[in-house]
């Protein structure tokens, strides 16, 4: 059985950093492109970042290109996301997902078939 639970959230002040870790156990996650979406009270889940099967490839939301980094460790069966420069408007709960094996990279939901609880993300002003 897939599972992933993230880790890494907090409460931190305008300006600072978090790093945040999807442990994935269930299968090996080298076959599988993974992603960083967020949801925040009221509003739909939104994409954040996204990096392929391979790792040679990485996409991020215009609203967090050049702060935030996602990256994957495919020995350790973990994804990350770094997340520098954070603002207010970043708060929401994160959430990692794992692909179906077929696909190369995604930035919608509908790409994914496999989700984590989430970890809540909160930025002070």
């Known amino acids: 059985q897939v599972r992933l639970v993230e880790s890494g959230g907090g409460l931190v002040q305008a300006g600072g950093s978090l790093r945040l870790s999807c442990a994935v156990s269930g299968r090996t996650l080298s076959t599988y492109a993974m992603g960083w979406f967020r949801q925040a009270p009221g509003k739909e889940r939104e994409f954040v970042a996204a990096?392929?099967?391979?790792?040679?490839?990485?996409v991020e939301a215009d609203s967090v290109k050049g702060r935030f980094t996602i990256s994957r460790d495919d020995a350790k069966n973990t994804v990350h996301l770094q997340m520098n420069s954070l603002e207010p408007e970043n708060t929401a709960i994160y959430y990692c997902?794992?692909?179906?094996?077929?696909?190369?990279?995604?930035?919608?939901?509908?790409?994914?078939?496999?989700w984590g609880q989430g970890t809540q993300v909160t930025v002070s002003s």
């Open positions: 997902a794992r692909s179906p094996p077929a696909i190369v990279i995604a930035t919608a939901p509908p790409g994914y078939n496999y």
């Open positions: 990096i392929s099967w391979s790792g040679g490839r990485t």
